[in-house]
């Protein structure tokens, strides 16, 4: 019976640091969830002010890793408070009591010894008697020698079968009902205790299983869009004429001096205007510096090395996924 009191201890034990390690969980988990609100609260006050379902998504995750936390110290507590000190208050106790049955038995063992050694000890004076009686016959006083060791000894061996009797009949069974008693007593105190262990997380993982559940829901209903359009609408108007940074440039070639204009110039002089009034367009001529065909070959020279540094780049990046099937 000391060995399932001994693993009654175990399990108190184990419940015991189970429940210090679920509270070092929780706590851990508050504190990084602490830290990161306190980032966050940060990070809102520089974003602007306007429904994000991204932060929203954010800001859900961290409340569940709280609740989680929560979720974990009432576990630990209830290991701790509601199984892991009953179970050993419970052992001692049964334990003290098992000593007692125990201590119980071996006084009437004694007792019983006791009776058999005085019992044997009779039977030896009988048996003396008997062959002092055999060998004087005519003897008065070995006759009654003889005679009351007879009865000392059917007295003794009546009085010890008669403890025998009332040990086997009836102590023994109720010693032995106490030890079951115990034994029952531990046996369903442990079933409780681990049953009860078992039903709060349990429970407290549905629970968990549930709002992560929704969690994911809720990633998954994520829609980027709104959030660009959200953001759009809470920034300030944009005005109705484009900054000049932000306008298209038109072509604008010089013009002729504004005190030409009413004059009547040469031929001459009007001709140069006309042949230096140009479009927009490049100009190939051979007073030019332009070299169209330096120009396109330093450009085909640049395609076909970016051409080769994504084909290398592609060739890196199939290697690493098949590394990546082969470890999955």
Same mark, same amino acid.
């Given at each position: 019976?000391?060995?399932?009191?001994?693993?009654?201890?175990?399990?108190?034990?184990?419940?015991? &640091?189970?429940?210090?390690?679920?509270?070092?969980?929780?706590?851990?988990?508050?504190?990084?969830? +602490?830290?990161?609100?306190?980032?966050?609260?940060?990070?809102?006050?520089?974003?602007?002010?306007?429904?994000?379902?991204?932060?929203?998504?954010? &800001?859900?995750?961290?409340?569940?890793?709280?609740?989680?936390?929560?979720?974990?110290?009432?576990? *630990?507590?209830?290991?701790?408070?509601?199984?892991?000190?009953?179970?050993?208050?419970?052992?001692?106790?049964?334990?003290?009591?098992?000593?007692?049955?125990?201590?119980?038995?071996?006084? !009437?063992?004694?007792?019983?010894?006791?009776?058999?050694?005085?019992?044997?000890?009779?039977?030896?004076?009988?048996?003396?008697?008997?062959?002092?009686? !055999?060998?004087?016959p005519n003897s008065s006083a070995s006759l009654s020698s003889y005679l009351d060791a007879h009865n000392a000894y059917v007295t003794q061996l009546h009085?010890?079968?008669?403890?025998?009797?009332?040990?086997?009949?009836?102590?023994?069974?109720?010693?032995?009902?106490?030890?079951?008693?115990?034994?029952?007593?531990?046996?369903?105190?442990?079933?409780?205790?681990?049953?009860?262990?078992?039903?709060?997380?349990?429970?407290?993982?549905?629970?968990?299983?549930?709002?992560?559940?929704?969690?994911?829901?809720?990633?998954?209903?994520?829609?980027?869009? !709104?959030?660009?359009?959200?953001? *759009?609408?809470?920034? +300030?108007?944009?005005?109705?004429?484009?900054?000049?940074?932000?306008? +298209?440039?038109?072509?604008?070639?010089?013009?002729?001096?504004?005190?030409?204009?009413?004059?009547?110039?040469?031929?001459?002089?009007?001709? *140069?205007?006309?042949?230096?009034?140009?479009?927009?367009? !490049?100009?190939?001529?051979?007073?030019?510096?332009?070299?169209?065909?330096?120009?396109?070959?330093?450009?085909? *020279?640049?395609?076909?090395?970016?051409?080769?540094?994504?084909?290398?780049?592609?060739?890196?990046? &199939?290697?690493?996924?098949?590394?990546?099937?082969?470890?999955?």
């Amino acid at each position: 019976i000391f060995i399932f009191i001994f693993c009654f201890v175990i399990v108190s034990d184990f419940t015991q &640091e189970l429940s210090q390690m679920y509270e070092q969980h929780a706590a851990e988990l508050q504190l990084l969830v +602490t830290n990161f609100r306190k980032k966050n609260t940060d990070l809102r006050k520089d974003r602007p002010s306007f429904p994000s379902q991204l932060f929203y998504t954010w &800001e859900t995750f961290l409340q569940e890793v709280e609740t989680d936390s929560k979720s974990i110290s009432d576990v *630990a507590s209830v290991l701790g408070r509601q199984i892991s000190r009953p179970l050993l208050d419970r052992s001692f106790h049964r334990k003290v009591q098992s000593r007692k049955v125990f201590s119980q038995r071996d006084s !009437l063992e004694l007792i019983l010894q006791k009776s058999e050694d005085k019992l044997s000890k009779c039977r030896e004076d009988y048996k003396r008697s008997f062959l002092a009686q !055999l060998s004087s016959p005519n003897s008065s006083a070995s006759l009654s020698s003889y005679l009351d060791a007879h009865n000392a000894y059917v007295t003794q061996l009546h009085a010890t079968n008669g403890m025998v009797d009332q040990y086997n009949q009836y102590v023994l069974p109720q010693l032995l009902q106490e030890l079951e008693d115990i034994y029952s007593d531990l046996c369903m105190s442990l079933s409780d205790a681990v049953l009860q262990g078992s039903d709060v997380i349990c429970n407290k993982s549905n629970d968990r299983s549930k709002r992560y559940n929704a969690l994911g829901t809720q990633c998954r209903q994520l829609t980027p869009g !709104l959030d660009l359009i959200a953001f *759009a609408r809470s920034l +300030t108007p944009l005005p109705t004429t484009p900054h000049p940074s932000q306008r +298209t440039r038109n072509f604008c070639p010089p013009q002729a001096p504004a005190d030409t204009e009413g004059l009547i110039l040469e031929p001459g002089v009007t001709e *140069a205007i006309a042949q230096l009034a140009l479009k927009n367009e !490049l100009i190939v001529d051979r007073l030019a510096s332009l070299d169209v065909r330096a120009g396109y070959d330093t450009i085909r *020279a640049e395609l076909m090395d970016l051409e080769s540094q994504m084909k290398q780049i592609q060739d890196s990046v &199939e290697t690493f996924k098949r590394l990546q099937q082969r470890f999955i």
